[in-house]
């Protein structure tokens, strides 16, 4: 189990970049799949990202060509680059661990895309 920390977020126009990162309390080699959700206001968490141990990515059909995630496990840290974005991507982001901890999450990082 670690705790895990988000930062990177901002106000940025639509078709504009951010890459927002996760930084992990203690080693991140362990863990199987670091994740990212969102949760827009007045809606539900939804999945955004998913990266494996071993590398392996998966994207919400939302944001799959626009999103990339990367794990660095030697710097204890997950990324989310975020390109093309769209006001429809706004919301708190927030990185996740599983399967194990998946209960645990940050504070989250705001990200707000204008037209």
């Known amino acids: 189990q670690v705790q895990l920390a988000e930062s990177g977020g901002g106000v940025v126009q639509a078709g504009g970049s951010l890459r927002l990162s996760c930084a992990a309390s203690?080693?991140?080699?362990?863990?199987?799949?670091m994740d990212w959700y969102r949760q827009a206001p007045g809606s539900q968490r939804e999945f955004v990202a998913r990266?494996?141990?071993?590398?392996?990515?998966a994207y919400a059909d939302s944001v799959k060509g626009r999103f990339t995630i990367l794990r660095e496990n030697a710097k204890n840290t997950v990324y989310l680059q975020m390109n093309s974005l769209k006001p429809e991507d706004t919301g708190v982001y927030y990185c996740?661990?599983?399967?194990?901890?998946?209960?645990?999450w940050g504070q989250g990082t705001q990200v707000t895309v204008f037209s």
């Open positions: 996740n661990q599983f399967p194990l901890y998946s209960d645990i």
């Open positions: 990266i494996t141990r071993g590398g392996i990515t």
């Open positions: 203690g080693s991140i080699a362990t863990i199987n799949n």
